[in-house]
């Protein structure tokens, strides 16, 4: 019968025997383990980003841009020749099944005065349902009302940037601006936002109703004239769903021809970002992958100090074999060697990995997240090497035969 005690004091006297080989041989799993948290932290950290930023430009959403101008013979791109309609948008809700939620959007960039303050950005002019679309709740105050929208009445959401920059730490509310000298009450305050998957300030905004855009900001080439139009799909699922009623829908508004372009592009960008998350998440399984090739490089390192062991200590071998030791005794001496390098190596990593993710986050400023899952599969793998690269020489040392063992020089 074997007995564990016993030969798991005799492994680990080996191994305080030998303190500074034992340490240079933990060292490539602690360097494995470490790799492998820092990098898995790194991945994680670039995915959970992405992962806010596709949530807050909105769920299930799709835009709808419109045609493209030709002049000369080249095509200007998506969104020169304006095409669409508040009644284009009114239809899509009423008329495609599919979709849950429209806002059309008029928008420009104009210079913001509030008293000796001033500030250049983005003015959206859009209906009530942009919020809905876009999933953005009022902070303070009051959304802008449909009524708001027939009167054209001037009132204005400021996103938090825009408030920051024009009033400190006043209070915003029932205070008037001037956009483009024209003078606006503020009525509401947007939550914040963060920026967007493609590093747009998303704050940096002020909603408007969008008559009072069309009428008293930016005006329009014909009436009711938007130039996109954001759509909320009622799922996910739904989505290609949706992109195909709206397609059919303004092409029949539109009286386009079989054969004619359309003069409209829909966009899906939940697709589009949810690649994004998805590239992600690839690059973090490559960075794990990479990382992992350490600790391989660790266990060879394992097994070759281990059989360099076991050439050193064949008389003892022999002595042990001489003594009544079995076949098993010996392997699991090796063996427990082998796996208590690993998993004091793989606890090392673990702090060592974890402290590294730490620091790169904050010189380099990226945003990294350490997962228990990541540290229990660098653990568990380290301790997977012990035994695997351990077994070879563990057997190697248990086929001598103990004659020759007690010989050996």
Not at 184 to 195: A, D, M, N, R
Not at 353 to 371: C, R
């Amino acid at each position: 019968m074997i007995n564990i005690p016993s030969t798991v004091k005799i492994s680990l006297r080996a191994l305080r025997v030998n303190k500074m080989r034992s340490a240079l041989t933990m060292l490539g799993i602690i360097i494995g383990v470490g790799a492998v948290i820092a990098m898995l932290a790194v991945g994680t950290g670039a995915s959970q980003k992405i992962s806010e930023q596709i949530s807050s430009i909105g769920s299930n959403l799709l835009i709808v841009l419109p045609g493209a101008t030709t002049a000369g013979g080249v095509r200007m791109g998506a969104g020169t020749q304006p095409t669409l309609t508040m009644g284009d948008a009114e239809a899509i809700l009423k008329e495609c099944p599919a979709v849950l939620d429209i806002a059309p959007d008029h928008s420009g960039v104009a210079q913001v005065v509030y008293g000796n303050q001033n500030w250049s950005t983005g003015i959206r002019g859009t209906t009530p349902n942009m919020l809905n679309v876009r999933d953005w709740p009022i902070a303070e105050g009051r959304s802008f009302t449909e009524q708001d929208v027939k009167s054209a009445t001037k009132v204005a959401l400021l996103g938090q940037t825009v408030m920051d920059n024009l009033f400190g730490d006043v209070t915003p509310i029932g205070k008037v601006i001037r956009i483009k000298n024209v003078p606006f009450t503020v009525i509401g305050i947007l939550s914040e936002k963060g920026q967007s998957p493609t590093g747009q300030d998303q704050d940096d905004t002020i909603y408007v109703p969008v008559t009072t855009a069309q009428k008293k900001l930016f005006g329009t080439a014909f009436p009711g004239m938007v130039r996109t139009i954001m759509v909320k799909a009622k799922s996910t699922e739904g989505l290609f769903t949706a992109e195909k009623q709206i397609t059919e829908l303004l092409r029949q508004r539109h009286r386009i021809g079989p054969k004619q372009d359309n003069d409209f592009t829909v966009r899906n960008l939940t697709q589009m970002m949810q690649a994004a998350e998805q590239s992600a998440k690839v690059m973090t399984l490559l960075l794990g992958a990479i990382a992992s090739v350490s600790l391989l490089v660790g266990g060879i390192g394992i097994m070759n100090i281990m059989l360099v062991s076991v050439t050193e200590r064949t008389r003892e071998i022999g002595v042990r074999m001489a003594v009544g030791a079995k076949m098993w005794d010996i392997r699991l001496q090796f063996i427990i060697e082998a796996v208590t390098l690993s998993l004091i190596g793989g606890i090392a990593g673990i702090i060592v990995g974890i402290s590294g993710s730490k620091i790169l986050s904050m010189i380099a400023g990226w945003e990294t997240i350490v997962s228990s899952l990541s540290i229990i599969l660098a653990f568990g793998f380290s301790g997977l090497v012990g035994i695997f690269f351990g077994f070879y020489p563990a057997y190697k040392a248990s086929l001598l035969n103990p004659i020759e063992a007690l010989r050996y020089e």
